[in-house]
């Protein structure tokens, strides 16, 4: 074993010493660090000038001793950990069932725990709001069916109401990541320990939950960072000053306390926590890597149906709670948008005027939607460009990140990630410094928004095509050069039209990415640039939600077509 | 000696745990194996050859050219992967007018090279397949193809046949010898299979840890091991210290012993394969041989396993281990082996006695 590896590290050569790599990683690597490294150390640089313009420590210590500061911290650090286990608590019942039984509505759950990689935060917020809302679709619901005068659920604005959705945008991940290191997992080590005399519960125990515990820690991590950063949810849904993380006070500071100083100390502050948590859980993957490195023979898992009525009305349970909690708010967005409000009570109707109004076939005095078809233009603009330079970069990138034990290959690829460890947030802060000292017009402002959807979504686009590029066998870029072609000529006939699937699905969540983006697009925009999230949100404020729900189906449909193509793609590639 | 093929002089690598020392001459034409155990550096070596990994020192010549330096896209090499590494993106006949389409050949002409190479490995009418239909056996021809297409001045096989079940690899095996015979293009054949390497070869190289053991003929690698290595690398055989032999030693001629065994040093030993041994199951019986011979009498039988067409007998005669084929079972638990002192290959530390 450990001299066939020395082979195949040794085959890498040809690749190390090509210049052809190299030439076309640097570019992208320079332009990455242009826009991110300098909008970023721009920002960071703020928070050490002190009141009177000199160099100081003073603003940082002073920041750190406020009490105000504290308890944002703490209240933030909490709502992450609290949102953290509930999604476990919701993630982990349903890892194991979907690893233990078969039964009908398991592609369901599982395409359901692709979601929230695609779904923009403020489709979240919006179908809360529809939802959950004390004149949402479930205290409708509730009222007619209890014949209550009063709406039985008050959610919103709540702590809640910011965990619930905390949840629901997270538990697929952790559904997600475990079950599928579940799956991987031999089932001889049980089998083994269940010969030797245990019993089933003993062996989960004893041998499978240790074995699950760096999946388990991992998602964690991973959705403490998500929860720790989350800002369009708690912007909306937490409501006020009460329920205030580090991201909404920076925003707050930056653009309507004008405390740009503030928000760049609270920035740094943010983005030590964040790195450390991104640290635990780089480490916490290598560990689940190495435990598992043995491990290359896949064995076909056995999975029976649920024999008992408990067992069944459990799954059953599961698949119908989990289509309710994802889908239902989703489909409360689509059905909303075809109603209007009647009466000053709150009576609707169907209808199909907020459409009307979206298109420009009416006017509607005083809305926002006159503007929101140019907003549509204006984000399918701006989210075609930015999933076009990404998948550049990231495709220029992933080209040379190809062999993972190449010296600096993993520092240049923990590089390329980093965006993923800053806030979208802190990205849109730096580029609004940037904006603030510049003068001009629209199309520099929009060009800023798209630079900075750029760093937001390349480590995304890099995520897709890296593991892709890493399953090409070296011999077939090998066997092209021994047939003559030049490495670029491998590169483009063999590499390239290997990877399209990748390419594909890497493009398609940077375009849906960018269409869904607001964090970084409402800090650094300024009033004359509207994309839909932004105008949604606006809607949302002026409780037009008509009118928020027909930019939402619309939004929604755009990330159905990108989840159902990289969807079918994982699906054709696969089978 | 024929016109020369390929000339690796002086080829060094050196890598923290293993380095690879080469000087190789391999005739025009010639279909040459390389064989040793997984990380000798067979599939270095080819490596070094096609120019996918550099050469630290000395000169690799192909055809009187000297190709050290010169790129791999340049060098027209031929080579048959271990996984085939065929592309999964396009059909066989787009896999195998890869090199051509990249020398800009003209489509008409394409297609006829195309069909041709089908023809000789015995595919016709595989043009449009896709890769995932085909067989293990299927790709193994089309990568074949692909590798002849460009007319290369050399064909590299590595381990070609090593994912096929054994009924394909002997099929195969006569196919490629087929082909090199109607192409006469030099070839260089990596496997770890012996018994492949005997069938196919003009010559075998034997490599361990790096360095070559031996670069002989097949009979003469077999029946002459240039080292002790090679000789149990290429087949069973036993091994004895020399000291025993003056004590077993049956002389017919009563004469004064002209055999070479008077000097016997402790480092000293001999080494026979199992089907030189004669087995005689009854003693009373005299051995039918009238030639210098050893006799092992009463050896004990340990095992004997049928192998179809004859047993593998294993002995213990005084401790020592002997292995011999016999064409009976043998009816008693004691035999007595008897070798021809002609087939004995005589060994010092580890290195033939000449």
Same mark, same amino acid.
Not at chain 1, 392 to 407: E, P, V, Y
Not at chain 1, 542 to 565: E, K, P
């Given at each position: ?41 721009? &920002? ?22 406020? !009490?105000? %500061? ?81 709406? !039985? ?15 629901? @945008? ?128 896949? #064995? ?28 239902? !708010? ?50 399918? %603009? ?30 240049? #690829? ?71 072609? &030049? ?33 970084? &697009? ?20 002026? @409780? ?32 | ?21 080469? /000087? ?10 390389? $064989? ?59 896999? $195998? ?7 800009? $050949? ?145 002389? $017919? /001629?009563?004469?004064? /012993? ?97």
């Amino acid at each position: 074993m450990r001299t066939e590896r020395r082979v195949t590290h040794r085959s890498g050569t040809i690749f190390d010493t090509s210049r052809f790599y190299r030439m076309l990683s640097t570019p992208a690597m320079l332009l990455l660090t242009f826009l991110f490294i300098v909008p970023l150390l721009i &920002t960071l640089s703020k928070a050490f000038i002190s009141t009177e313009g000199t160099l100081s420590f003073g603003r940082i210590f002073e920041m750190m001793r406020d !009490p105000y %500061t504290q308890r944002i911290l703490r209240f933030t650090l909490f709502q992450a950990l609290i949102s953290t286990i509930v999604s476990l608590a919701i993630g982990i019942p349903g890892a194991y069932l979907l690893v233990t039984y078969s039964f009908r509505g398991k592609h369901i759950i599982r395409a359901i725990s692709m979601i929230p990689f695609v779904l923009p935060s403020i489709l979240v917020v919006l179908g809360f709001v529809i939802f959950y809302g004390n004149n949402g679709i479930l205290n409708s619901v509730l009222k007619q069916v209890f014949n209550l005068s009063e709406p !039985p659920i008050r959610l919103l604005y709540t702590f809640t109401a910011v965990i619930l959705a905390h949840a629901f @945008y997270n538990f697929p991940i952790a559904l997600g990541l475990i079950s599928s290191f579940w799956e991987q997992l031999p089932q001889r080590y049980n089998q083994a320990a269940m010969t030797l005399g245990a019993k089933k519960w003993t062996v989960f125990r004893t041998i499978t939950l240790p074995r699950i515990i760096p999946a388990i820690l991992s998602a964690s991590t991973l959705i403490f960072l998500f929860c720790f950063s989350s800002f369009a949810i708690l912007l909306v849904l937490g409501g006020g000053p009460k329920f205030t993380t580090i991201e909404v006070e920076i925003y707050r500071r930056a653009r309507m306390s004008l405390d740009i100083e503030g928000a760049a100390a609270l920035s740094l502050l943010s983005i030590f926590v964040t790195i450390t948590l991104v640290a635990i859980h780089l480490w916490l993957q290598r560990l689940m890597i190495r435990q598992e490195d043995v491990e290359q023979i896949q #064995e076909q898992r056995l999975e029976r149906k649920p024999h008992t009525i408990f067992g069944k009305f459990i799954v059953g349970a599961y698949v119908i709670f989990s289509i309710f909690f994802v889908l239902g !708010p989703l489909a409360g967005i689509v059905y909303r948008s075809f109603q209007i409000p009647v009466s000053r009570s709150g009576d609707l109707a169907f209808s199909f005027d907020a459409y009307r109004q979206l298109f420009g076939f009416k006017q509607a005095p005083g809305s926002f939607l006159s503007i929101a078809g140019s907003a549509l233009v204006t984000s399918i %603009t701006i989210a075609a460009i930015t999933a076009a330079i990404s998948l550049i970069i990231g495709t220029m990138l992933g080209a040379r990140l190809r062999t993972r034990d190449k010296q600096g290959n993993s520092s240049l #690829e923990l590089y390329a990630m980093l965006p993923m460890a800053v806030s979208s947030v802190i990205v849109g802060l730096g580029y609004y410094i940037i904006t603030s000292t510049l003068s001009g017009g629209d199309t520099l402002g929009r060009t800023l928004v798209i630079l900075a959807h750029v760093v937001i979504t390349t480590p995304f686009v890099l995520r897709s095509i890296v593991p892709e590029y890493r399953k090409i066998p070296i011999s077939y870029s090998q066997a092209s050069l021994t047939l003559g072609a &030049t490495v670029s000529q491998t590169f483009w006939h063999v590499e390239l039209p290997l990877l399209r699937p990748a390419l594909i699905t890497g493009a398609a969540f940077a375009f849906a990415l960018s269409m869904g983006e607001i964090n970084a &697009t409402l800090v650094l925009a300024d009033a004359s640039i509207v994309t839909v999230p932004i105008i949604m949100y606006r809607l949302i404020g002026s @409780y037009n939600f008509a009118g928020a729900c027909a930019l939402g189906t619309i939004l929604i449909a755009c990330c159905a077509i990108v989840f159902l193509t990289t969807e079918s793609l994982r699906r054709s590639h696969n089978g | 000696m024929g016109e020369l093929g390929l000339v690796c002089s002086n080829i060094r690598v050196t890598y923290p745990e293993f380095s690879l020392h080469l /000087d190789l001459a391999v005739n025009k034409g010639e279909l040459v194996s390389i $064989i040793g155990p997984s990380g000798c550096g067979k599939s270095t070596t080819l490596q070094l050859i096609t120019g996918l990994l550099p050469c630290e020192t000395g000169t690799i010549m192909l055809h009187g050219v000297d190709i050290t330096h010169m790129p791999v896209w340049e060098r027209n090499i031929g080579m048959v992967f271990q996984d085939y590494a065929l592309f999964p993106h396009v059909n066989v006949a787009k896999n $195998i007018a890869y090199s051509l389409k990249l020398k800009k $050949i003209p489509k008409k002409e394409q297609i006829e090279r195309v069909r041709h190479l089908l023809d000789l490995v015995g595919l016709q009418g595989f043009e449009k397949r896709r890769i995932a239909d085909l067989s293990g056996g299927e790709r193994q021809r089309v990568a074949l193809a692909r590798a002849l297409a460009s007319e290369p001045q050399l064909l590299l096989l590595d381990e070609p046949l090593s994912a096929l079940d054994a009924k394909m690899r002997k099929r195969l095996r006569q196919q490629i010898r087929h082909i090199h015979e109607t192409t006469g293009i030099t070839t260089i054949y990596v496997t770890h299979d012996q018994e492949e390497a005997l069938t196919l070869s003009d010559r075998i190289l034997v490599m361990q840890q790096g360095s070559m053991e031996q670069f002989a003929t097949p009979e003469e690698i077999y029946n002459h091991p240039s080292t002790l290595y090679a000789a149990k690398f290429m087949g069973e055989g036993t091994l004895l210290p020399h000291a025993l032999i003056p004590k077993i030693l049956v002389s $017919i /001629d009563k004469g004064p /012993d002209t055999v070479v065994f008077r000097s016997s040093g402790e480092s000293r030993q001999v080494f026979f394969r199992p089907e030189r041994v004669i087995v005689h199951d009854n003693p009373a019986l005299a051995f039918p041989e009238f030639l210098p011979h050893l006799r092992f009498s009463d050896a004990r039988v340990l095992s004997c396993e049928y192998q179809g067409g004859r047993y593998l007998i294993t002995c213990d005669w005084n401790g020592h281990e002997i292995l011999a084929y016999s064409r009976y079972r043998p009816k008693h638990t004691k035999v007595t082996l008897g070798v021809r002192v002609n087939d004995l290959v005589e060994y010092v530390e580890g290195l033939v006695a000449r």
